[in-house]
């Protein structure tokens, strides 16, 4: 089963809360599956409810608690995920049996997990959306990618964010054969824009991501540049005075993200698939410590 083979069904959703970028690309999916006669039901918090607000109407909102993830800022997402990892397990425990009661209640024909690992229901098929079947680490960090599969594999498939040739992910999304994966392409919020506008000249910095690593961004730009830029970021993020923010909602920063000549960006993958429709030029510059953007920037 793929995207387009979902029809009339009540679809139980719900995004990753790892910065804004999964919610970002689940909107071109759950309008797709909206125009395919679905009912779409959205677990999520309620800033990625107002986002999706934006896009989308006729979509049922269930509010659910995010996962705890606590962020340093100096690059150690190690120690931070394990700092974070008891709180973590509670939280899949606890989400699995939230799960089962939204699919009594809504009476949920199939559940969609963007990469969160407890979102998935013993009694209906549950899918898990993602674009890193295999996660950049080596050594004695690899027992991190096993338990990753051993997750994976209690869904009943798998959509991959990618080509059937890992041209956008490389490494992270090869299959090796696994059996129920399906390679859905790239899916962006962009691809709903019928209108493209004509690209100005401008230069335009994308400060996304956990909002600690945003500001490092703007910051150290700001550092190595006297130009003045646009920035679409979030209310939380300090411009310095050689940078101007772009104010108004999603679709606003959309409209100056499309008429954009060049983009500066963290190398996140939602931001990778926005390039891939866009069919823009960019600078990416992985978070610090992040292994999988440091590999991603280096296949663009």
Request: aromatic share 12%; hydrophobic share 40%; charged share 20%.
């Amino acid at each position: 089963m793929i995207v387009q083979d979902v029809i009339n069904k009540n679809v139980l959703f719900s995004p990753l809360n790892w910065g804004m970028g999964h919610v970002s690309r689940s909107i071109s999916i759950l309008k797709q599956l909206q125009d395919q006669q679905n009912n779409v039901f959205v677990a999520c918090n309620a800033d990625s409810r107002l986002i999706y607000e934006e896009y989308l109407t006729g979509i049922t909102f269930i509010d659910h608690a995010d996962y705890p993830f606590l962020f340093s800022g100096d690059g150690n997402f190690e120690r931070d995920i394990k700092q974070s990892f008891w709180k973590l397990k509670q939280r899949l425990k606890n989400e699995r049996k939230e799960v089962e009661t939204y699919v009594q209640k809504y009476n949920i024909d199939l559940v969609l997990s963007d990469h969160r690992y407890g979102f998935i229901s013993s009694v209906k098929p549950s899918i898990f959306i993602t674009h890193q079947l295999n996660l950049p680490i080596t050594g004695y960090k690899k027992i991190a990618n096993f338990y990753h599969k051993i997750l994976i594999n209690k869904f009943r498939s798998v959509w991959v964010l990618d080509y059937s040739d890992s041209r956008l992910a490389g490494k992270l999304s090869w299959s090796s054969g696994r059996k129920n994966t399906f390679y859905i392409g790239p899916y962006s919020r962009f691809s709903l824009s019928k209108n493209m506008i004509e690209q100005n000249e401008k230069t335009i910095i994308i400060a996304s991501g956990p909002d600690v690593y945003a500001q490092q961004l703007v910051d150290d730009i700001a550092r190595l540049n006297s130009v003045v830029f646009d920035v679409v970021c979030s209310e939380n993020i300090n411009l310095p005075k050689s940078m101007i923010k772009i104010v108004g909602g999603w679709k606003m920063k959309d409209q100056a993200i499309m008429n954009a000549k060049h983009i500066i960006s963290r190398s996140g993958y939602s931001t990778i698939m926005d390039l891939e429709i866009l069919n823009r030029k960019a600078t990416l510059i992985p978070t610090p410590g992040q292994a999988e953007q440091e590999y991603l920037s280096t296949l663009r």
